[in-house]
């Protein structure tokens, strides 16, 4: 078990997001993704959409600091699970210097 970290992750709260957070999200997306970044309005629509599902990690100051948006959907007959778009400000990431099973404690 890897030792324990005095990271700013460990005051972040995981969060659903939605159409109040879009700004916030999209501000996020524009700082992570510059000139690749989704447009507002493709960010609204998958906030919008049933099918989407959709987090935020709120820092310790209720400033959105990661999001990740997803979709159900169906492809070829079958149903599955879309991720769009992961943003993390970049002072909230963390270098993968380790494996990623000691970060996470997979087996």
Do not use: W
């Given at each position: 078990?890897?030792?324990a970290r005095s990271s700013?992750?460990?005051?972040?709260?995981?969060?659903?997001?939605?159409?109040?957070?879009?700004?916030?999200?999209?501000?996020?997306?524009?700082?992570?993704?510059?000139?690749?970044?989704?447009?507002?309005?493709?960010?609204?629509?998958?906030?919008?959409?049933?099918?989407?599902?959709?987090?935020?990690?709120?820092?310790?100051?209720?400033?959105?600091?990661?999001?990740?948006?997803?979709?159900?959907?169906?492809?070829?007959?079958?149903?599955?699970?879309?991720?769009?778009?992961?943003?993390?400000?970049?002072?909230?990431?963390?270098?993968?210097?380790?494996?990623?099973?000691?970060?996470?404690?997979?087996?």
């Amino acid at each position: 078990m890897p030792a324990a970290r005095s990271s700013p992750a460990h005051r972040i709260r995981i969060e659903e997001s939605g159409l109040s957070d879009l700004e916030k999200i999209y501000e996020l997306e524009r700082e992570c993704f510059g000139r690749n970044a989704y447009s507002k309005s493709f960010i609204r629509f998958l906030l919008a959409d049933l099918s989407t599902i959709a987090l935020k990690a709120v820092g310790g100051h209720g400033d959105i600091v990661g999001s990740i948006i997803g979709r159900v959907e169906k492809s070829s007959g079958k149903v599955i699970g879309r991720v769009y778009t992961i943003d993390v400000k970049p002072e909230h990431r963390i270098p993968l210097h380790e494996p990623i099973s000691d970060l996470f404690q997979i087996p």
